[in-house]
């Protein structure tokens, strides 16, 4: 008999999913072209489902469902909420795009991204092995079918395939992982399975091979170096619209699935798992930055920006726990730095990946670095808001990208590890690095001449949530406290279960 509080875990998951197959046969019924009544009722579905996890969240209860698969806790309520906020972003921004480019002739765009949404839920609040590959599953199909949505764009195509053999792969090498470690310690509970392992009882070895498996499948999905291959040309490849989407709320479940596995179900294995951790770190760092460099494709520079961040939110999972020893402060430390840095990393990659949609006009994508010359002289908001979003991402302050990468150097030098503060050192000189090709845009937007006279113009809800987007990227760097205080809060409550 399933009890009350499996029900109340999924809610919003339930929510979700009915609303979803609903606004899919409603949508049959929609006449406009750009989707009118199917977006309307869209958003409000996801404020709903925002409304309902933030609630969960401020709770600060903990608990579990359908027999221990499920967990609902303060890390995952506020990282789903925050995920659904970051998709309605995403719905506001891409809908002009894809209506200008014809991909709302069904109401596949919206349907699909609530979909990849439940994935999410269903990959945060996961506390099982099988569950949590389920929510990766719903994510990663619904993915590839939004990248390939323009039907008609040999290049969208090209890059749905390219994502889907690779994403394939990937959850392969999952999957094996996940078995050699159910192999080895007979349970998929995630709970059971850090018992089984704590007990000493089973052999190391056993264990390390199913971990690297885990570890691989999980860089993947993070896109980090050497499992990046997908990102440039995914990102390049795919409609802005729907770059956008996979750049900023999937971000949150790949951190929440990696916390799920990692921390909760294999800490007893983290002297090992860390260091593949820091490996993964120094090359995305330097592989990100160094391409990075070479890039005049707006949305593949952006691509190889997301690897090289995607470093420092591993430089942060990998110094919770030093020479084997689990320090609640440190751990509590590090995980919320991590925390801090996805949540804050998505927010601005929204806002920039905003200004690119705003720009796009029909047949014109302003994807290449040359066509935001002179945007300060057409569009001194907008040229604005880019601004700060890539001073932010290249660290300087008083901007909440500067307030990321100094929790995650903290959390580092705080551990005492003489590594530890060498990979600090690291990443600084990497950051300097890669500041290089964030100022080139800024310059190229405020100093060369415009290559067209066409003012920019867009609608009221889309100029409304990019000036507040934007406006919060500057507001948490300059009262950072408030939200690190919720990660480390949600952390150690989720945690303590």
């Known amino acids: 008999m399933i009890d009350n509080i499996s029900w109340l875990a999924i809610y919003p998951e339930i929510t979700l999913l009915v609303m979803a197959c609903v606004i899919a046969l409603v949508d049959l019924g929609v006449k406009s072209a750009r989707r009118t009544g199917t977006y309307v009722l869209t958003m409000l579905t996801l404020l709903v ?5 933030g609630m969960y969240a401020a709770s600060g209860n903990t608990f579990y469902g359908w027999g221990n698969m499920v967990v609902s806790d303060a890390m995952g309520n506020w990282l789903k909420c925050f995920a ?23 109401g596949e765009f919206f349907t699909l991204s609530m979909l990849a949404l439940l994935g999410m839920f269903v990959m945060i609040s996961g506390n099982n092995f099988l569950v949590l590959y389920l929510g990766l599953e719903l994510l990663t199909l619904s993915s590839y079918a939004l990248v390939a949505l323009r039907r008609d764009h040999t290049v969208s195509v090209e890059a749905a395939m390219k994502y ?3 994403g394939a792969m990937a959850s392969g090498f999952l999957l094996y992982g996940m078995s050699m470690l159910y192999g080895a310690t007979g349970s998929l509970d995630i709970g059971e399975v850090f018992k089984a392992i704590n007990s000493g009882q089973i052999k190391h070895q056993v264990l390390v091979f199913g971990l690297v498996f885990v570890v691989a499948g999980l860089a993947f999905k993070l896109g980090v170096v050497p499992f990046h291959m997908w990102v440039p040309d995914v990102y390049q490849g795919a409609p802005t619209a729907v770059t956008a989407l996979i750049g900023g709320a999937p971000k949150l479940a790949a951190f929440a699935i990696t916390i799920r596995l990692l921390v909760d179900g294999l800490l007893p294995l983290a002297i090992d798992w860390q260091q593949m951790l820091m490996v993964l770190a120094v090359c995305s760092l330097l592989v990100g930055n160094l391409a990075g460099l070479q890039q005049t494709n707006l949305k593949r520079m952006l691509a190889y920006s997301t690897i090289s961040q995607m470093g420092f939110v591993l430089l942060g999972l990998m110094s919770g726990v030093v020479d084997g020893k689990v320090d609640p402060a440190t751990v509590e430390n590090a995980y919320s730095s991590a925390m801090f840095y996805v949540v804050t990393y998505v ?6 990946f905003g200004v690119i949609l705003l720009l796009a006009r029909e047949g014109f994508e302003s994807e290449e670095i040359a066509d935001l010359a002179g945007l300060n002289q057409r569009s001194p908001l907008y040229a604005g808001v880019m601004s700060i979003c890539l001073f932010s991402m290249a660290g300087l302050p008083p901007l909440v990208g500067f307030y990321a990468k100094l929790s995650v150097l903290q959390a580092l030098v705080a551990s005492g590890s003489s590594l530890y503060i060498g990979l600090a050192v690291f990443a600084v000189i990497m950051s300097l690095i890669g500041a290089f090709y964030y100022l080139r845009v800024v310059k190229v937007m405020y100093f060369d001449a415009p290559i067209t006279a066409t003012s920019v113009s867009a609608s009221l809800d889309v100029r409304v949530v990019l000036t507040i987007n934007g406006a919060l990227v500057l507001l948490l ?12 809060d949600a ?6 279960s």
Do not use: N
């Open 49 to 53: 489902v925002a409304v309902m996890q």
């Open 84 to 106: 659904t906020i970051a998709m309605m972003v995403t719905m506001v921004y891409g809908r002009p795009y894809a209506a200008d480019r014809d991909m709302l002739r069904g």
């Open 164 to 166: 889907f053999v690779l």
């Open 347 to 352: 927010l601005t990659a929204l806002a920039s």
């Open 477 to 488: 760097g300059i009262l950072p406290g408030g939200l690190m205080a919720l990660c480390a």
């Open 491 to 496: 952390v150690v409550r989720a945690l303590a």
